[in-house]
Nanobody
Framework: QLQLVESGGGLVQPGGSLRLSCAAS????????TKWFRQASGKEREGVSC????????NYADSVKGRFTISRDNAKNMVYLQMNNLSPDDTAVYYC??????????????WGKGTLVTVSS
């Protein structure tokens, strides 16, 4: 059964850091691009970052550039999102999604159920 499970969310103070993990089962995540999205309450879903299948290409939304880093460990079937210098504007449910191809330019396939990140003092 193809499954993506996000973890690592929680409550953090402004300026703090979190590392989100996306664990895949039932398929080889390393064959596909993986994207992180987020959705804040009352707002539309926003693409945050993408990493291609090899890990050689990454991209980021302007709002997180310089603060977030996406990475992957294909041997562990995992993708990560390191989030630093968090602000309340980063509060959202974060989702990882499997790409349809190995490229970040392709469409999306399966989604996880999300992990909540709350940035508050």
């Amino acid at each position: 059964q193809l499954q993506l499970v996000e973890s690592g969310g929680g409550l953090v103070q402004p300026g703090g850091s979190l590392r989100l993990s996306c664990a895949a089962s039932g398929f080889t995540l390393g064959a596909y691009a993986t994207k992180w999205f987020r959705q804040a309450s009352g707002k539309e879903r926003e693409g945050v970052s993408c990493i291609n299948s090899s890990g050689g290409t990454t991209n980021y939304a302007d709002s997180v550039k310089g603060r977030f880093t996406i990475s992957r460990d294909n041997a562990k079937n995992m993708v990560y999102l390191q989030m630093n210098n968090l602000s309340p504007d980063d509060t959202a449910v974060y989702y990882c999604a499997k790409g349809a191809t190995g490229s970040c330019l392709g469409g999306m396939g399966s989604w996880g159920k999300g992990t909540l990140v709350t940035v508050s003092s």
